[in-house]
């Protein structure tokens, strides 16, 4: 099995920072990508950034980096100068590769983690 796992959330004032974590854990081969996604309650969950844009999302430049720690499986994203709207739950997906028995084919699971919540409040 494999399994992923935020941390570093928590409560912070506006113009503050936080760095969260993302951590690939189990019998994994090779994590072919990694993103982070937001839900603030009532709303539709969205996309951060990640493997798939090879960064934050054009809105979020300048505030938000995204790192990757290759050899670790871990993910990281940075968050400064943060806004009451950034407040959210913050999960992380993975597309991970396991291989089967005598190494002959792949399984690719799509993990998600349980999220970490944001809160940016004075």
């Known amino acids: 099995q494999v399994q992923v796992e935020e941390s570093g959330g928590g409560l912070v004032q506006p113009g503050g920072s936080l760095k969260l974590s993302c951590v690939a854990s189990?019998?994994?081969?090779?994590?072919?990508?990694m993103d982070w996604y937001r839900q603030a309650a009532g709303q539709e969950r969205e996309f951060v950034g990640g493997?798939?844009?090879?960064g934050v999302t054009a809105s979020l430049k300048g505030r938000f980096t995204i790192s990757r720690d290759n050899a670790k499986n871990t993910m990281y994203l940075q968050m400064n100068n943060l806004e009451p709207e950034d407040t959210a739950v913050y999960y992380c997906?993975?597309?991970?590769?396991?291989?089967?028995?005598?190494?002959?084919?792949?399984?690719?699971?799509?993990?998600w983690g349980q999220g970490t919540q944001v809160t940016v409040s004075s």
């Open positions: 493997s798939r844009s090879g």
């Open positions: 189990g019998n994994i081969y090779n994590v072919h990508s």
């Open positions: 997906y993975a597309r991970i590769e396991v291989l089967g028995r005598g190494g002959a084919h792949s399984t690719f699971y799509d993990v």
